[in-house]
């Protein structure tokens, strides 16, 4: 009974605290095209990706947000939103190419792929670079091929100490909460169907 009450009471001061704090007490000084684009951003901002957390171990999406080698990488994540997938329990294995791989490629090829129109080809390349698994560079040298999150193997070719994934050089590994990114040299670009 006693339990109940406290119940009822803390209940009671929660709706009225959630009251007091929705109340016009400040006005807000918005125009409609304000909303609008705030609404917008809300609604693009959605999921797991957009919760953040001080105490959790990183993810492998925070991890190259939180990069300032990756800053090509996190805008073209964006741009084929695919923010959320990056955040699952996984393990995910992330080959990250860096801001100076995505500038290796011919000149406006990265431009064309953030373009809205490109958004499936950009998604089915940044795809090619996530594999299921959490593996430490060493222990990829143990493999020929990964089945990569766009259906298509990539090699793995092991040459001394050097580990590569479809060409991209291994340079450094970060292990995540939720699996690993490997740092790559290169951008890897999926086999034409």
């Known amino acids: 009974m006693r339990s109940t009450i406290k119940l009822s009471t803390l209940g009671l001061i929660l709706l009225l605290a959630l009251n007091s704090g929705c109340k016009d007490g400040a006005q807000n000084k918005t125009t409609t095209t304000d909303q609008s684009t705030s609404e917008a951003v809300i609604e693009s901002n959605k999921g797991q990706a957009f919760i953040t957390d001080d105490e959790s171990t990183p993810t492998v999406l925070s991890i190259a947000i939180n990069s300032p080698d990756h800053t090509t990488l996190v805008a073209a994540v964006q741009a084929a939103s695919l923010e959320n997938a990056l955040v699952n329990a996984g393990p995910l294995m992330v080959f990250a190419p860096t801001n100076d791989a995505f500038d290796a490629l011919p000149e406006g090829t990265v431009e064309d792929l953030l373009k809205p129109e490109n958004k499936d080809a950009l998604a089915n390349i940044l795809k090619y670079h996530v594999t299921p698994g959490n593996y430490s560079k060493d222990f990829l040298k143990n493999f020929k091929k990964l089945g990569q999150a766009n259906d298509q193997n990539v090699p793995v070719e092991v040459k001394g100490d050097d580990v590569f994934i479809g060409g ?23 086999p034409t169907q």
Do not use: E, F, R, Y
């Open 168 to 190: 991209a050089k291994i340079i450094a590994s970060v292990k995540a909460g939720n699996g690993i990114v490997h740092v790559v040299d290169k951008v890897i670009l999926p």
